[in-house]
């Protein structure tokens, strides 16, 4: 289906949308707001017991879902994936990139100073966010490309605009991940098409698997930076998974066909406060 006007604007039945991290907090929630709004969903992540829970999940409400195996960081399973999903449902009209995260040893935190991290964490956790956000774009946008139409979601963060303490590797990568959305929108509408579209969503604070000890205490108080990402957080309280939904939808379907290379804060207002 075409982003043509007068198509009914937040609908995506008929479309086909890949999640990577679908096997995630935000992934897995993203993609059944995808299938709400009417998407067939392939559920993409290195699980495939998790992928295919989800998927099964989905189906249950009567949407199409498929898990699709594959490692973002991997160019053969992502092209597996890509061969899987054409031979069954054809080319992807969307794909939301939201495999990524941050790892421990990655951390500048207590008694890690920045000249104790190890190089190697530090390009694995920019490698996974940003190469892992590349090339599933390679592998899934080809199609786009060649058909002229799609819309690519990237998942970014708080972090890429004002760097967050600790995650030093993280907030590169992320800056990275909003500098790629601008760089590939300008792209892909002058060489693809401006069919093709690519935007970003930078969630404000959720409790994931990832970082939940970060946030929280395990009586459920917020830990001290969970206090303090409350405190500057003029709505006062963590994300739920399903706040990212009508931001998904909108960007996903032809409501936003005029749209393409912008971050759009999910937050609860976290980027507009200045703290006092
Ligand atoms: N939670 C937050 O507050 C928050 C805020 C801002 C941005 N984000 C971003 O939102 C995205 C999702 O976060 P989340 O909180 O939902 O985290 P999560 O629950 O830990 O999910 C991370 C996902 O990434 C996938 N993944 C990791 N490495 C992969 C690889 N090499 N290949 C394929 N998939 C891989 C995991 O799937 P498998 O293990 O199955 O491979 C999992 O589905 C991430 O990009 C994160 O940086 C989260």
């Known amino acids: 289906m075409s982003d043509a006007p007068g198509a009914p604007a937040f609908d995506l039945t008929g479309r086909t949308a890949v999640v990577t991290g679908g096997t995630g907090v935000l992934g897995s929630a ?17 699980r495939e017991d998790v992928a295919q829970r989800i998927a099964n999940d989905i189906d249950a409400k009567g949407a199409p879902a498929m898990a699709l195996p594959a490692d973002v960081l991997d160019p053969f399973t992502l092209e597996a994936a890509v061969d899987h999903l ?21 951390l500048v935190h207590g008694d890690r100073t920045l000249f104790d991290m190890p190089a190697d964490a530090f390009r694995a956790v920019v490698d996974l966010n940003l190469t892992g956000t590349l090339l599933p774009i390679q592998a899934f946008g080809r199609a786009m490309a060649a058909s002229g139409q799609g819309s690519i979601i990237n998942i970014s963060s708080m ?24 760089w590939l929108a300008v792209h892909a509408a002058t060489t693809w098409g401006p069919g093709v579209r ?7 604070f959720f409790v994931g698997e990832q ?36 931001t998904v939808i909108w960007l996903a379907s032809s409501a936003s066909a005029f749209v393409t290379g912008i971050v759009v804060p999910v ?7 200045g703290g006092v």
């Open 30 to 46: 993203m993609a059944h707001a995808l299938a709400l709004a009417g998407a067939r969903v392939a559920i993409l992540g290195r």
């Open 86 to 106: 054409h031979d069954h449902w054809g080319p992807a009209d969307v794909l939301i990139n939201a495999a990524g995260g941050n790892r421990p040893d990655a």
């Open 159 to 182: 972090a890429a605009r004002k760097p967050l303490t600790r995650v030093i590797g993280y907030a590169a990568a992320k800056a990275g991940v909003d500098n790629l959305t601008q």
């Open 198 to 204: 690519v935007n970003a969503i930078a969630p404000g």
């Open 211 to 246: 970082n939940r000890a970060l946030l929280m205490n395990e009586d459920g108080s917020p830990s001290e930076r969970g206090a303090q990402i409350l405190a500057h957080t003029p709505m006062g309280r963590f994300g739920q998974p399903d706040d990212l939904s009508g």
């Open 267 to 273: 937050d609860g207002g976290y980027d507009a406060y």
